[in-house]
């Protein structure tokens, strides 16, 4: 198994495939604690994660139990950007008053990240990085809303419950 790194310097926003190799590399163990986890030969699924290689590719069982294993927003983010959805794991956070001052700040930052690319679209021609990026920061706003107003309803159904 290679120890290079073979995508050096990628994104937070990733095509599937380079999604799956770095998911891979970063796992407990890299690839090979990946292939042992999933029970597969850790050659074969080196190989099939490979990010720049087209002759072997994950089979749907093979791509579930590494979505499983791995957990990674970057392979979440690659399976559903296509289709223009936004993934969501339901993960709440107490819906305290920091929590929702958090959230503020949060909004606060991607606005001024937002404002930022103000000058880069003043002829209302976006590059596709300047897209990658806006889109990123929008579902992470989107996701840290969500899980606040999960807070809030676990928080209203423990009470209701106890």
């Known amino acids: 198994m290679s120890r290079i790194d073979l995508l050096p310097g990628a994104g937070p926003v990733l095509p599937l495939r380079q999604a799956l190799y770095r ?64 993934w969501y794991k339901p993960t709440p956070v107490p819906a305290t008053r920091d929590a929702l001052k958090a959230v503020g700040e949060l909004l606060r930052k991607e606005g001024e990240f937002v404002g930022s690319l103000h000058d880069g679209a003043a002829d209302n021609v976006w590059q596709a990085h300047e897209v990658a990026a806006l889109e990123h920061h929008g579902n992470e706003v989107i996701r840290a809303v969500l899980g606040i107003m999960a807070g809030a309803r676990a928080a209203m159904e423990a009470r209701q419950d106890g």
């Open 23 to 86: 998911a891979g590399r970063d796992y407990k163990g890299g690839i090979t604690g990946l292939a042992l986890t999933m029970q597969v030969d850790p050659e074969a699924l080196q190989k099939k994660l490979k990010w720049d290689f087209d002759g072997r590719w994950l089979s749907p069982d093979e791509m579930e139990d590494v979505i499983r294993e791995t957990a990674d927003p970057r392979v979440l983010t690659a399976l559903t950007r296509p289709a223009g959805v936004v």
